[in-house]
């Protein structure tokens, strides 16, 4: 079976910066918070409460968490 299992969880994080590489797509929806997602081709993505935002396998950059975020996700 080569299917990649589905998850969806709630994820809580608190301020702070680091690199990012996303294995799998994702999708996000922030409910609380603010930050910037930065990728190695300079996309610059802003998110805050009410964002939905689509990670596509292999993203790569940075993450900076101005204020603590709430988000809902799925893997797939």
């Known amino acids: 079976d080569t299917e990649t299992p589905v998850e ?5 994080c608190t301020p ?3 690199p990012l590489t996303i ?3 994702e999708l996000c929806h922030f ?7 930065t990728s190695d081709k300079g996309e610059v993505i802003e998110v805050e409460p009410e964002t939905v935002v689509h990670f596509k396998a ?3 950059g940075d993450c900076v968490v101005h204020e ?3 988000v809902s996700y799925m893997l797939c």
């Open 23 to 25: 294995p799998h797509d």
């Open 31 to 37: 409910t609380q918070g603010r930050a910037t997602y």
């Open 16 to 18: 702070g910066r680091w």
């Open 68 to 70: 603590t975020i709430f």
């Open 58 to 60: 292999g993203w790569k």
């Open 8 to 12: 969806v969880g709630l994820w809580r």
